[in-house]
């Protein structure tokens, strides 16, 4: 059967340089690209980074996978190919296999199903480079949105996008698959920035979360002025003289950023931790006093990755998450966010250097921060820490379907399944103030599991009909707060990357906005590759 062309696209995306054109470099961006050239077509990964592959291949090694279960499709692919490679003994230099998985408190190692969650960066990075190569996917690397002007559209619909270089890259279809929307801003998509009150949605978790915020806090009382018991001597630096609103109440504010460490506590590969500039010790003053009084337990997010590394994550009150510095990135211009990435380096390698060496710091602690160090062989393009600064949340679509928490619990039908999510409905701490008791406390932290596996919908990855009829959104994509804390997981990023660019050869194919996409023949292509759409729920 030949299907016909419409005149949506004639001239001049017919004389396209790609069929698909893929601004961003997370691993939605991979498996989109992926999917295309498995599906015939021509595309072009035009990426911000020069290293692909976003979170997965900058530290997050430890995955957050939920019910592995409902992680089909390319992204089983992935986490197998991880698998292959630590089945072979070479591929541990440092530690015996079973050795680690007596280290490694979960069983992130299946050799039932043939596949593996955690790994390090650099294998990750083999993976994703060998598969595009092997498939022929042209990378640009290294290219910077025009924000303000490079967005070339003609009756709602992309023609092309131009760099900062000057570059231009014109296409059929088009997916933003950044952790910050920047395509999807620039062409004019509606969207938004930060939590929804409980009332828009019909929701119970968004919004301020002040008395459910009991994770990641204070467990002790610790003084928040610059002289104890004296609040008009002022705040100890990183506490907000603001105090959050009413619990359910929006605001505009967006949860905690922080880089994933690779650490390790094998001597022959450990790199001191460094002395940042800029290092202010005053920075840390509330730390302090949150060590003296107790809280000794510095490493609870060390999570082990093979051979004697870590993916270091956020743990506790005053931890490794730059709480409060994070709201203005969404938004701002390159400069300012090379200037909030430097902020956030700077926070963090303070942090580790000061728990290391500070005399002031209890000795148990100094002790076992001082065991660990950068690992050699990771990022040693960048003084062996990642580039990539965890995003954890940025800008999010508004469509005419949006996933709530309602969808996530599965009380609401999702009725056009693309992929499942699992993972528990997670936001980090937002806000770090004062309380009623004259204490420091954060504020936002919110860990809830949806009780099960849940279909993500198709209409929440396409801008509103009559925005955009070219553009396919799978990272930040059209959620409410709360439950993209649920969506925003690296394995669900590569089954909606996957998704939208089968949806993207079916636009192309039919000469049909990406809002008409037929549901029938997008969900046969991608059961027939491999993707879960639906699963038993308790």
Same mark, same amino acid.
């Given at each position: 059967?030949?299907?016909?062309?419409?005149?949506?696209?004639?001239t001049?995306?017919?004389?396209?340089?790609?069929?698909?054109?893929?601004?961003?470099?997370?691993?939605?961006?991979? =498996?989109? !690209?992926l999917?295309?050239?498995?599906?015939?077509?021509t595309?072009?990964?035009?990426?911000?980074?020069?290293?692909?592959?976003?979170?997965?291949?900058?530290?997050?090694?430890? =995955?957050?996978?939920?019910? =592995?279960?409902?992680?089909?499709?390319?992204?089983r692919?992935?986490?197998?190919?991880?698998?292959?490679?630590?089945?072979?003994?070479?591929?541990?230099?440092?530690?015996?296999?079973?050795?680690?998985?007596?280290?490694?408190?979960?069983?992130?190692?299946?050799?039932?199903?043939?596949?593996?969650?955690?790994?390090?960066?650099?294998?990750?990075?083999a993976?994703?480079?060998?598969?595009?190569?092997?498939?022929?996917?042209?990378?640009?690397?290294?290219?910077?949105?025009?924000?303000?002007?490079?967005?070339?559209?003609?009756?709602?619909?992309?023609?092309s996008?131009?760099?900062?270089?000057?570059?231009?890259?014109?296409?059929?279809?088009?997916?933003?698959?950044?952790?910050?929307?920047?395509?999807?801003?620039?062409?004019?998509?509606?969207?938004?920035v930060?939590?929804?009150?409980?009332?828009?949605?019909?929701?119970?978790?968004?919004?301020? @979360?002040?008395?459910?915020?009991?994770?990641?806090?204070?467990? $002790?009382?610790v003084d928040?002025?610059?002289?104890?018991?004296d609040?008009?001597?002022?705040?100890?630096?990183?506490?907000?003289?603001?105090?959050?609103?009413?619990?359910?109440?929006?605001?505009?504010?967006?949860?905690?950023?922080?880089?994933?460490?690779?650490?390790?506590?094998?001597?022959?590969?450990?790199?001191?931790?460094?002395?940042?500039?800029?290092?202010?010790?005053? @920075?840390?003053?509330?730390a302090?006093?949150? $060590?003296?009084?107790?809280?000794? /337990?510095? =490493?609870?997010?060390?999570?082990?990755?093979?051979?004697?590394k870590?993916?270091? /994550?956020?743990?506790?009150?005053?931890?490794?998450?730059?709480?409060?510095?994070?709201?203005?990135?969404?938004?701002?211009?390159?400069?300012?966010?090379?200037?909030?990435?430097?902020?956030? +380096?700077?926070?963090?390698?303070?942090?580790?250097?000061?728990?290391? /060496?500070?005399? +002031?710091?209890?000795?148990?602690?100094?002790?076992?921060?001082?065991?660990?160090?950068?690992?050699?062989?990771?990022?040693?393009?960048?003084?062996?820490?990642?580039?990539?600064?965890?995003v954890?949340?940025?800008?999010?679509?508004?469509?005419?379907?949006?996933?709530?928490?309602?969808?996530?619990?599965?009380?609401?039908?999702?009725?056009?399944?693309?992929?499942?999510?699992?993972?528990?409905?997670?936001?980090?701490?937002? @806000?770090?103030?004062?309380?009623?008791?004259?204490?420091? +406390?954060?504020?936002?932290?919110? @860990? $809830?599991?949806?009780?099960?596996?849940?279909?993500?919908?198709?209409? !929440?990855?396409?801008?509103? +009909?009559?925005?955009?009829t070219?553009?396919l959104?799978?990272?930040?994509l059209a959620?409410?707060?709360?439950?993209?804390?649920?969506?925003?997981?690296?394995p669900?990023?590569?089954?909606?990357?996957?998704?939208?660019?089968?949806a993207?050869?079916?636009?192309?194919?039919?000469?049909?906005?990406?809002?008409?996409?037929?549901?029938?023949?997008?969900?046969?292509?991608?059961?027939?590759?491999?993707?879960? $759409?639906?699963?038993?729920?308790?």
């Amino acid at each position: 059967m030949v299907l016909a062309v419409s005149s949506l696209w004639l001239t001049p995306t017919l004389l396209a340089d790609h069929d698909l054109v893929i601004y961003g470099s997370s691993p939605a961006a991979i =498996t989109a !690209a992926l999917e295309a050239r498995d599906l015939g077509r021509t595309v072009v990964i035009v990426s911000p980074d020069k290293r692909l592959g976003g979170m997965t291949t900058h530290g997050l090694g430890w =995955t957050d996978a939920g019910n =592995t279960g409902a992680v089909g499709g390319m992204a089983r692919e992935f986490y197998r190919e991880i698998w292959k490679h630590y089945r072979n003994e070479t591929a541990w230099v440092r530690e015996e296999r079973e050795e680690y998985r007596k280290l490694s408190p979960k069983p992130f190692i299946n050799d039932g199903e043939k596949v593996m969650w955690n790994f390090e960066p650099h294998v990750a990075e083999a993976v994703i480079g060998r598969w595009i190569d092997q498939a022929g996917v042209e990378v640009a690397r290294d290219e910077w949105l025009d924000r303000a002007s490079g967005v070339e559209a003609t009756d709602g619909r992309i023609v092309s996008i131009r760099m900062l270089s000057g570059r231009k890259f014109a296409g059929k279809v088009f997916l933003d698959a950044t952790y910050e929307g920047d395509l999807m801003a620039a062409a004019g998509v509606s969207f938004t920035v930060g939590r929804e009150a409980n009332s828009t949605y019909g929701e119970t978790l968004n919004g301020v @979360q002040t008395a459910r915020a009991t994770s990641h806090n204070f467990t $002790l009382p610790v003084d928040p002025f610059v002289v104890p018991g004296d609040p008009a001597s002022g705040l100890l630096p990183r506490i907000s003289a603001t105090r959050p609103g009413p619990d359910g109440s929006g605001d505009s504010l967006v949860q905690a950023y922080c880089f994933r460490v690779c650490m390790t506590d094998e001597p022959k590969n450990r790199v001191p931790f460094p002395k940042p500039e800029g290092y202010d010790a005053r @920075q840390y003053e509330l730390a302090l006093r949150y $060590l003296v009084a107790g809280q000794i /337990n510095v =490493t609870g997010k060390f999570d082990r990755i093979p051979n004697r590394k870590t993916d270091t /994550n956020n743990y506790g009150g005053f931890s490794f998450d730059n709480i409060g510095m994070s709201h203005d990135y969404p938004l701002a211009d390159y400069s300012k966010r090379r200037e909030i990435v430097r902020e956030h +380096r700077t926070y963090q390698q303070g942090l580790l250097w000061f728990l290391a /060496n500070d005399p +002031r710091v209890p000795a148990t602690v100094r002790d076992e921060v001082s065991r660990w160090g950068l690992a050699a062989d990771e990022f040693a393009e960048n003084g062996h820490w990642p580039p990539q600064l965890y995003v954890r949340e940025s800008r999010r679509m508004v469509s005419d379907f949006v996933m709530s928490e309602g969808h996530v619990t599965r009380r609401i039908a999702s009725p056009r399944p693309i992929g499942m999510g699992s993972y528990a409905m997670d936001s980090h701490n937002v @806000q770090r103030y004062v309380d009623a008791g004259g204490h420091a +406390r954060n504020e936002g932290d919110v @860990q $809830l599991s949806p009780g099960g596996p849940y279909p993500i919908d198709y209409g !929440a990855i396409i801008p509103k +009909r009559g925005e955009c009829t070219n553009l396919l959104v799978p990272v930040c994509l059209a959620a409410s707060h709360i439950a993209y804390g649920s969506i925003r997981m690296e394995p669900v990023f590569m089954i909606l990357g996957q998704s939208a660019a089968a949806a993207a050869d079916l636009a192309i194919r039919n000469g049909i906005p990406v809002q008409d996409v037929p549901y029938d023949a997008l969900r046969t292509r991608l059961l027939a590759r491999g993707q879960r $759409l639906d699963l038993p729920t308790p």
